[in-house]
């Protein structure tokens, strides 16, 4: 139950951020910059520096998970010779 749970808070999340996304993207554009809804979105530079970002940071969180796993089974290999 409580996957179920986490499952639906982390779909909402997701679904509320990319339409927020798409509307900064894709309707901001065609508002008038004195329009109140300009006050609820970051400048439009961040559209492209924020992904980037994320994804620069992903993508190391790979890269370190992927060689920690690789240090870890080249021990275990090194530990299996000596035995």
Do not use: C, H
Request: aromatic share 14%; net charge positive.
């Amino acid at each position: 139950m409580l996957d179920k749970l986490i499952g639906l808070a982390m779909l909402a999340v997701a679904a509320t951020v990319f339409a927020y996304y798409t509307t900064w993207v894709f309707v901001l554009p065609f508002v008038d910059a004195d329009s109140v809804l300009q006050s609820f979105f970051l400048p439009r530079e961040y559209a492209i520096k924020l992904p980037f970002l994320l994804l620069v940071i992903a993508g190391l969180g790979v890269g370190t998970f992927i060689g920690n796993v690789m240090v870890k089974n080249a021990a275990k290999e090194k530990a299996k010779k000596k035995a």
